[in-house]
């Protein structure tokens, strides 16, 4: 073994004496988290913030890469560990974004924290929307709540990478216009004519001009070129049944209607069996799931 590496060391080598790379570092041991530090902060709505955070080991920041939809297992020193959707683009390097609601003991302690503290993060892990398969393909969007977090990834990217897709269509509901996250970006996304945005909310007030009405209110304006449309999904379970309806009104096939699904979860490998849902797992299998597949999710549809 090499002078250099002693017990501290947090590059392994192999027995050969060649330094592992970042990628062969992650994957040696799944259940370590790798330091990253907070760099931005950006609170979103009264219960959601947006965290920006940077591994601190070089090797690492450059070697994570991962898949729209995918999540990471996120530690907080002391208190545990909780699966978080990545919020950011793939397309964006050296940096993550994970959009995070208050809702618990993790979350409260999260969302106390400030930039430069230090955090821990595996991943990625699960399953994604299929985006290579979409690419050419139009694609309609549709998140409730909380169900941007991981959909605004697709989204984005989908927004970097503009030419390789068709027709674009996002959906957005929130209940009440306080609720509405990345408003501004919505807002300037508005006015551009390669997507088709609609944001509703289910209960307006004054500051609202736009529509007012469930989630699925907009599709009864929407054109879609139904043998060319992929369907994503992802928001709160009342939700799904609603809109793949409305998805096959629109006679989108099944097998391109992907959704994405939250279940209690531990170790984000498949191991300790929290997640199990039939025969499968949300944290390997999932938690991007097609039509056919989530039908069999017990109480999903
Ligand atoms: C694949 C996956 C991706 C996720 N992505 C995000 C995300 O992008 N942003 C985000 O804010 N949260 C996300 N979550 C949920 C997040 O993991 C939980 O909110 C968090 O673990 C709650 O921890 P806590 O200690 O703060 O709250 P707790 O005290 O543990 O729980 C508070 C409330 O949240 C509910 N809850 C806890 N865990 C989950 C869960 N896994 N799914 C649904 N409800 C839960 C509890 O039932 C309880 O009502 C995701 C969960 C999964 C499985």
Redesign the pocket.
Known sequence: MPASATAVSIHPFRESGRALNGAEMMHANPYRPWPARITSITELTATETLFEFRFIDDCIREAFHHEPGQ?VELSLFGV?E????I?SSPTKEGFIE????R??????RLHQMQCGEIVGIRGPF?RGFPLEAMRGHDVLLVAGG?GI??LRSLINNIHDERSDFGKVTIIYGSRNPSEVMFRHQFEMWRHRKDFDLYLTVDHADDSWDGEVGLVTRPFANLQIDADNTFGALCGPPVMYRFVVEEMRKKHISYDRIYMSF????KCGVGKCGH?QIGHQY?CIDG?VFNYWEAKNIQESM
């Not at 994970?98 to 609601?101: D, G, K, N, P, T």
């Not at 809702?103 to 409260?108: D, K, L, N, V, Y």
């Not at 939250?262 to 979860?265: A, F, I, K």
């Open positions: 999540f545990g909780a699966p978080i959707s919020s994970l959009c995070v609601r809702a618990g003991r993790f979350t409260e699960g909380l977090a991981p939250e279940r209690h979860m997640c949300c938690p």
